[in-house]
C-alpha cells in the first residue's frame, strides 16, 4: 500500500508519513503519522488507521486535534450509557448535521463542528439524566 497524497492545509506543504516517534518521541501510541513537511513551525498532523496507510482525517493543528479528542469523548459517552451503539451514533451523526457518510467523521470536523457535536451530546445525556464529565 502506498502512502496517501495529502497537502496541509494550514501552510500548503505536503504531509510526509513518518514514525509517530518522530512528533511524540518515547510517548508515541500510534505507529505512523501522515506529518506537515514544515513540521514542527507548522504542528499539523493526522494519525492513521491501525494496519493500514489511511489518515484517519484531515491534517489537524493543536488546538484542533484537541476539539476532536474531546468530541470523541462526548460521543463515546452515547454508547457507554447504552443510549445509541456505536454505528447509530454515526448515523445519528449523519442525520443529524446531514453529512454524507464520507463526511461524517470526527477526524474530518472543523472545531466549530466538533463543539457542535459535544453540545448535541450533552444535550442527549442531560435528557437521559447522565451528567457528562
Not at 507548522?42 to 493543528?61: E, F, Q, W
Not at 463526511?103 to 466538533?114: L, P, R
Amino acid at each position: 500500500m502506498k502512502p496517501v497524497k495529502i497537502k496541509c492545509p494550514y501552510c500548503g506543504c505536503p504531509a510526509i508519513l513518518r514514525p509517530a516517534s518522530y512528533v511524540h518521541g518515547d510517548r508515541a501510541k500510534e505507529k505512523y503519522l501522515y506529518v506537515c513537511a514544515g513540521y514542527p513551525k507548522c504542528d499539523a498532523y493526522v494519525s492513521i488507521h491501525r494496519g493500514t496507510l489511511i489518515p484517519k482525517g484531515t491534517l489537524a493543528k493543536g488546538d484542533l486535534r484537541h476539539s476532536r479528542i474531546e468530541a470523541h469523548k462526548a460521543m463515546a459517552l452515547l454508547w457507554e450509557h447504552h443510549i445509541m451503539t456505536r454505528t447509530q451514533a454515526y448515523q445519528w451523526i449523519r442525520y443529524r448535521f446531514g453529512l454524507r457518510s464520507k463526511h461524517a467523521h470526527i477526524g474530518q470536523f472543523s472545531e466549530y463542528m466538533c463543539s457542535q457535536l459535544i453540545a448535541e451530546c450533552h444535550d442527549i445525556l442531560k435528557n437521559h439524566h447522565i451528567i457528562a464529565s
